[in-house]
């Protein structure tokens, strides 16, 4: 039983790092059709921006308490200006030319890891984070980490904050129109390129937030957790049905779980397989995915 | 004839290439400032994507004056915000939207109040279904959504791309009278393929004819051509008028530069 807790804990944890990447992936896609290679970079940049606050740097940031919350600001906010910085620079001028557009997120998504491990080295740095978090507590006979009940939290906090967005915000309301025809959203009288921006900032925040908690969930920074965690994010933006928050909120738990309880007991890796196993077999039932709407 | 007043919009050698392929030729047309301009022509002849390319929904070379000031080089939104409302051939409602969403999603702070009144006033129906998705609607609903849309905001133009294609006989006449309503206030540009629709509603009519205008004039004297309207429509040879479902209690000015009697 113990196990068991402690799979389904650390499965849930796993998951809401996906949903935090998957979420900014699958609204991107859903309203601009932009496959974002590059936005497991914007976790990296996040994470980075994060340890880099933590480890002393930053005036009033640090590794513990409220010096640790403002080191996770930051590095959200320094990931959110990178993807805003993204959309602006590379995006925007490519809209026209999807298969460049591709290529250059690939780029990047390459680039900023290599220019990470460059100026701060390929090995992991370590992320301790507060005290408060690195213990444990008892359930069940498991003794699960801390880090895990913050990061779901942190998931269902972003997930209620993207819904009420969508749901009672104008902007969220051009979002939501966007994803389903976007020319007639511009033949309304709306520039629907601020909503791409818009988009892309959100998307950034959430998956710097991501690299921020992903840190205090791996005990580690590096310059290829983002690339690594993006492969399943991708995975559960299609199981989850493209452009879908619930879908990819379900998908995240279901990926999560599936990874962790097939690695624990079958082979280690075997669970990474079983996933995209799952994803096969559900595109082959429902090939929209879980969801083939925005909700 | 009254002397004509100068043209709301006006169309000169609009092309269009879309994947190497001309579809538009160099289309000229005009909507008058007052009343309904029908646009006319057989299928594929070029109708929505002219209306697509002064909207500029697709790329478009040419020139688009909208009451004298060149477009042609705006982006739809900004176009469309100096006033004009559009009603697309495919409706253009968004499905997981709620009616009121639609709605809302169309008001544009720069026009004033949304004329919610008019719109509830012209389609009650809109107003009991308000919390209804819109993808839940019937053809005829959905339709009258699209048109509430180009009527939410005091528009200069309002462009309806077959508004009552596959609606039932009734439901056109519903939409036709929202339309002539419409005509009373704001010039109207309208795609239409139902005869009996243009004979009530439109003054003016522009034909096009492989992506090229073929004729422009009154409407009802195209309409009373059988031969011209054979040759430009490809409708029946012995009234015209007859295609398409009929619409009921039509008024027929006598003199097509008359108002239309409403």
Known sequence: MATVVLLTFTGLGLGALYFLIASGLSLIFGLMDVLNFAHGALLSVGAYGTWWAASGRLPGAGPGGAGFVLAAVFGTAVGTVAAVLLEVAVIRPLYTRPREQILATVGVGLAVPALLSAIWGADPRPLAGPKALSGTFGLLGAEVPLNRPVLIAAAVLVLAALKAFLGRTRHGLVVRAGVEDRAMVTALGIDVRKAFTLVFAIGGAAAALGGALGGLYFGSVDPGQGTSLLIFAFVVVVTGGMGSLTGAALASVAVGLVQQFANYYTTAGLGDVAVVVLLAALLLIRPRGLTGRLA | ?262
């Open chain 2, 1 to 262: 004839m009254s002397p004509a007043p100068a043209p709301l919009l006006a169309v000169r050698d609009l092309r269009v290439v879309i994947g190497g392929r001309h579809i538009l030729h160099g289309v000229d047309l005009e909507v008058a400032a007052r009343g309904t301009t029908a646009l006319l022509g057989r299928n594929g002849a070029g109708k929505t994507t002219t209306v697509r390319g002064v909207l500029g929904l697709v790329p478009r070379t040419g020139s688009v004056l909208l009451a004298g000031e060149e477009t042609v080089r705006l982006a739809t939104h900004a176009l469309v915000r100096r006033g004009i409302g559009y009603a697309p051939e495919d409706r253009g409602v968004f499905a997981a939207l709620t009616v009121a969403e639609n709605l809302r999603l169309a008001e544009r702070s720069e026009a004033g109040e949304p004329a919610y009144d008019l719109v509830h006033e012209l389609f009650p129906e809109l107003r009991r279904r308000a919390r209804q998705a819109a993808g839940t609607l019937s053809g005829g609903q959905q339709q009258m959504l699209a048109i509430a849309r180009t009527l939410l905001n005091g528009n200069r133009l309002i462009i309806a791309d077959e508004p009552t294609k596959g609606l039932a006989p009734k439901v056109v006449t519903e939409v036709a009278r929202a339309l002539e309503r419409a005509a009373e206030a704001v010039p109207v540009l309208l795609v239409e393929q139902n005869l009996a629709v243009v004979r009530r509603l439109a003054r003016h009519c522009v034909v096009l004819a492989d992506g090229r205008t073929a004729h422009q004039g009154p409407a009802l004297d195209l309409l009373a051509d059988a031969e011209a309207a054979r040759r430009l429509l490809g409708v029946g040879r012995r009234d015209p008028a007859r295609t398409g479902p009929p619409v009921p209690t039509a008024a027929r000015p006598a003199d097509p530069t008359t108002e239309a009697d409403t």
